[in-house]
């Protein structure tokens, strides 16, 4: 069975600071897919990224990057000099090729980050 | 364009009201969802729509029924709930229901059951 775990709940910075929110992961499908979401205070959910199993590269989007490692089952994200407009609750959640129609979203319990100015 | 709509924003309803919640999504997908989220919660998958019919249906009680009456339009009718179901009612669609494909959500309809 697939599972996403994010064991900060909550993490509180001072904006400028570098952040990392962790994310692990379980599955026993050999392609998967990985997904970061936030979730600002308004409630919709903004898709960041996707990656696939195959490919470990870390990826750089601004002052977002995401690190994907297979060997410690880890997709973390960092954000760099954050800002109180990145104060909001981030998902990670993983889907699972197999089986064929199933395809849902597991999304971990969510890590609430607090920017403060 | 990336969006997904959702009426009502808020909503109150009676345990003896019948209400719809609706969704449209004018991207061309061909996958939409339904999902629950409580307070301080990940979203809960309920149902799930491929091509306009229903795909997965994750044990919902049936006081909660969708509707797909076409590819851009998804609704969700609601009927003798409980104050348990006050929730955040978000829908998402994507390009197809592919493991790799992601969902774009709505803003959500805040439901408050009295």
């Known amino acids: 069975a697939q599972k996403v775990t994010q064991a900060q709940t909550e993490i509180s910075v001072v904006e400028k600071e570098d952040v990392t929110l962790d994310c692990v992961y379980e599955?026993?499908?050999?392609?998967?897919?990985l997904f970061w979401y936030k979730q600002p205070p308004s409630g919709e959910l903004v898709f960041l990224i996707r990656?696939?199993?195959?490919?470990?590269q870390n990826e750089i989007s601004g002052r977002y990057s995401w690190n994907f490692q297979k060997s410690t089952s880890s997709f973390n994200f960092t954000i760099t000099a954050s800002q109180v407009v990145d104060s909001a609750v981030y998902f990670c959640?993983?889907?699972?090729?197999?089986?064929?129609?199933?395809?849902?979203?597991?999304f971990g319990s969510g890590t609430r980050l607090q920017v403060q100015p | 364009d990336t969006e997904v709509t959702q009426t009502p924003k808020h909503l109150v309803m009676g345990m003896t009201n019948k209400k719809s919640l609706k969704c449209e999504q004018h991207m061309g997908h061909r996958a939409m969802y339904w999902y629950k989220q409580k307070a301080k919660k990940p979203p809960e998958l309920m149902f799930v729509y491929s091509y306009e019919k229903l795909s997965i249906n994750e044990s919902v009680p049936s006081r909660f029924s969708p509707e797909c009456p076409n590819s851009s339009l998804l609704n969700l009718h609601l009927h003798a709930l409980q104050p348990e179901d006050s929730a955040l009612y978000l829908c998402?669609?994507?390009?197809?229901?592919?493991?790799?494909?992601?969902?774009?959500f709505g803003p959500g309809t805040r439901l408050t059951v009295t």
């Open positions: 998402a669609s994507s390009l197809h229901l592919r493991a790799d494909y992601e969902q774009y």
């Open positions: 959640a993983l889907s699972e090729a197999r089986p064929a129609g199933r395809r849902a979203l597991t």
């Open positions: 990656r696939n199993s195959f490919d470990e």
């Open positions: 599955t026993r499908d050999t392609t998967y897919y």
